[in-house]
């Protein structure tokens, strides 16, 4: 991702719910995302990758990619959606 003029280079993230709903932290809890552009990516495992290597077995098509996101400094409780297609039997 690359930050704002002058912001400091802090990527966000954040756990969804059951809902699918989700806030992004950078520094503390909630607290949203420095200006800037960023690259989403979202994972949903139904079996993590193993500490030794192992591949994981994803619920998100390993090809899926969102479009990237701007955040300007004036922007306040963004909403995003985004439509992610579900891997056939949860492979990926």
Same mark, same amino acid.
Not at 8 to 17: I, L, Y
Not at 52 to 58: D, I, L, N, Q, R
Not at 69 to 90: C, M, S, W, Y
């Given at each position: 991702?690359?930050? =704002?003029?002058?912001? !400091?280079?802090?990527?966000?993230?954040?756990?969804?719910? =059951?809902? #699918?709903?989700?806030?992004?932290?950078?520094?503390?809890? +909630?607290?949203?995302?420095?200006?800037?552009?960023?690259?989403?990516?979202?994972?949903?495992?139904?079996? !993590?990758?193993?500490?030794? +290597?192992?591949? #994981?077995?994803?619920? /998100?098509?390993?090809?899926?990619?969102?479009?990237?996101?701007?955040?300007?400094?004036?922007?306040?409780? /963004?909403?995003?959606?985004?439509? /992610?297609?579900?891997?056939?039997? #949860?492979?990926?």
């Amino acid at each position: 991702w690359t930050p =704002a003029e002058g912001m !400091p280079r802090r990527p966000g993230s954040g756990a969804f719910d =059951a809902t #699918g709903a989700f806030t992004i932290t950078s520094f503390a809890e +909630g607290d949203g995302l420095v200006p800037g552009e960023y690259r989403v990516v979202i994972l949903c495992w139904k079996t !993590p990758p193993g500490s030794e +290597g192992e591949p #994981g077995e994803s619920y /998100v098509p390993a090809d899926y990619s969102p479009e990237n996101i701007q955040i300007e400094a004036q922007d306040r409780n /963004v909403k995003l959606q985004f439509d /992610v297609p579900r891997t056939k039997a #949860g492979k990926s």
